[in-house]
């Protein structure tokens, strides 16, 4: 899927559906504004556009895969957009469960990892990355990396703009642990609803 987002951007593929308002913090959706929006849906799709609404519809069948996987006692643990599946029809699937583990009934609800195990630290939650312990609900802030990522249309790996600018010559893992440790985190792209 992140290759499906990188190329949309680059080629302009991408219909923001919010309108800010001049001198006012506030956006609303071009269907309050204009009338035929919703008609033209058709003809966006054809022409190969995605919306704001479309990378909201990602997200929320992203979130229903990882409550699913939840329910099922699974956790994912790598959960991101190069790790999602997309169909024609807009279908999403979580997809590379080569991380993933299954808690046992009798587990306090959690999972130590082992130490050397290569990790996906960019989505890892900062409580994970400074005890291991994974848990069904560490995942959340895994999710909220990914909706960061769709939303940047997959251009960058989580925290690389900040790391690039960072002016200490440290290990990424270092690096991300001061970045939470001073209570950073990923900057809010332009065209995230409010509401999220």
Do not use: C
Request: hydrophobic residues 40%; glycine residues 4%.
């Amino acid at each position: 899927m992140d290759r499906f987002l990188q190329r949309k951007w680059k080629n302009g593929d991408f219909e923001d559906e919010l309108v800010r308002e001049a001198n006012v913090n506030k956006s609303v959706w071009k269907i309050q504004r204009d009338s035929k929006w919703e008609e033209d849906f058709r003809s966006r799709r054809k022409s190969g556009l995605i919306t704001t609404s479309d990378l909201l519809w990602f997200a929320l069948q992203i979130a229903r895969g990882m409550q699913f996987l939840a329910t099922m006692n699974v956790m994912h643990r790598d959960i991101a957009v190069r790790n999602v599946l997309l169909k024609l029809d807009f279908t999403l699937k979580v997809a590379d469960f080569g991380l993933s583990r299954k808690l046992k009934e009798n587990d306090d609800a959690y999972y130590v990892g082992k130490e050397g195990t290569a990790l996906p630290i960019r989505y890892i939650a900062p409580e994970t990355l400074k005890s291991s312990r994974f848990a069904i609900t560490s995942e959340y802030w895994s999710f909220g990396v990914v909706v960061w990522e769709l939303f940047t249309f997959a251009e960058q790996q989580p925290y690389s703009v900040e790391y690039d600018k960072y002016e200490n010559n440290v290990h990424f893992y270092d690096f991300l642990a001061e970045h939470f440790s001073f209570g950073h985190r990923l900057s809010i792209p332009d065209n995230v609803p409010q509401q999220m």
